[in-house]
């Protein structure tokens, strides 16, 4: 038996308009969203890629996009129906979709919830309507406070407000007001990410004026403190929980375990253990016609993760914990010798980034994440 922990990711490819920062595979829906046509090549697209993992549990289930909250809530029941009928779901699997306050409403939710999903991810992204307009959402900050309340009216309690920082021209005290209005809305998790101008988008086309080091450093410094005062821990770089509401799909992520991806443009890992542990990373289709159109033997490309590239890529994720994880974790994860990654360990010690007894950073090594990373790579 296999004792990598699994997950789903299932990702929907369309939104109602694309974002200037995003760079995720994301496509403006243009006509009728094909719901029907892109379940039935989902639970397909699951059938083909689990053919060998029968005897593995799923764990958790995250449903992110784009906005996979454009389907309708009988889509989504007869997504998780069909993917229990393929693997064993545990019975307190976390099951998360995202949801964009513009596209939702309590007839959603209550369908969501009775599908069986039990956590919900929103993107409020700021509560300042002009900097919303910047940012391209379609929603204004009273959706957002809607969508919070009729989710808990639904009976979905854990809730998740994905949040920015770093806007353009945003100050010190705006980027606080958007954390205090998320607090206030009583939610368990929050996401606080800063704006990056990724390649390939709008803003890095025509890049926003955003604020300057010192202003960032302010806004990270007192979000810190205004986060673990109300009773938030920071568990990741960028996500803060109270209490028992940790992201379970995204912890295993980061502890470098299992998952498969379905969708359009949807990413997996899988490790085997046979003679010796090999991890192997598949990708779909991106653009979604083709994904809908393709062969279902044909949609997975599947690449083999070299020895040389584990341990690099094993520290791209564990690293951005807060505690990091056990040093046995590598080797059960990898399996790999601790050896082979010692000598550049010993030597972030030495620089005061590395802890001593975890792998994990300092209070030093995470403001250079980055460069840790790349040391490893």
């Keep these: 038996m296999n004792e990598v922990p699994l997950s789903l990711y299932v990702h929907f490819p369309w939104c109602v308009r694309k974002c200037p920062y995003c760079d995720f595979n994301s496509h403006p829906l243009r006509g009728d969203l094909p719901a029907d ?17 029968r005897d593995r549990r799923i764990s958790t289930v995250f449903l992110g996009g784009g906005t996979p909250s454009l389907l309708p809530a009988a889509s989504i029941q007869r997504l998780l129906d069909g993917v229990r009928q393929v693997l064993e779901v545990a019975t307190d699997a ?9 596209t939702v409403d309590e007839a959603h939710f209550a369908g969501y919830a009775a599908a069986g999903v ?6 409020a992204q700021s509560f300042d309507a002009a900097q919303l307009e910047r940012l391209g959402r379609i929603h204004a900050p009273e959706h957002t406070e809607r969508a919070v309340t009729t989710a808990r009216q639904a009976g979905l309690h854990n809730i998740n407000l994905d949040l920015m920082h770093g806007l353009p021209g945003q100050s010190v005290e705006s980027a606080l007001d958007d954390l205090e209005r998320a607090i206030s809305l009583g939610v368990d998790h929050i996401s606080w990410y800063q ?4 390649p390939r988008t709008p803003f890095a086309a025509d890049p926003p004026q955003l604020p300057d080091e010192r202003t960032l450093e302010q806004i990270e410094s007192k979000g810190l403190e205004l986060l673990a005062r109300r009773g938030f821990e920071r568990y990741e770089i960028s996500a803060f929980a109270r209490p028992g509401a940790r992201s379970r799909h995204n912890l295993n992520y980061w502890t470098f375990g299992d998952y498969i991806g379905i969708g359009a443009g949807a990413h997996g890992k899988i490790t085997w253990h046979n003679e010796r542990t090999e991890v192997v990373r598949t990708e779909k289709p991106k653009a979604p016609d083709r994904y809908l159109r393709s062969a279902a033997a044909t949609l997975r490309s599947i690449k083999p993760v070299s020895t040389d590239a584990l341990p690099g890529e094993f520290m791209m994720n564990a690293l951005r914990l807060i505690d990091g994880v056990p040093i046995a974790t590598f080797e059960a ?24 007894d975890r792998i994990g950073l300092t209070r030093t090594g995470l403001r250079y ?8 790579l």
């Design 333 to 356: 994860r990898t399996g790999l010798r601790l050896e082979v990654i010692a000598a550049e360990c010993a030597r972030q010690r030495r620089l005061g980034t590395f802890r001593e």
């Design 37 to 53: 046509a892109y379940v039935a090549r989902l639970l397909e697209d699951l059938a083909s890629d689990t053919a060998s993992l």
């Design 118 to 123: 039990n956590r919900i991810s929103i993107g």
């Design 94 to 102: 976390e099951i998360t979709i995202e949801a964009n306050p513009g």
């Design 195 to 198: 704006l990056t101008l990724e």
């Design 369 to 376: 994440l980055d460069s840790v990373v790349a040391a490893f």
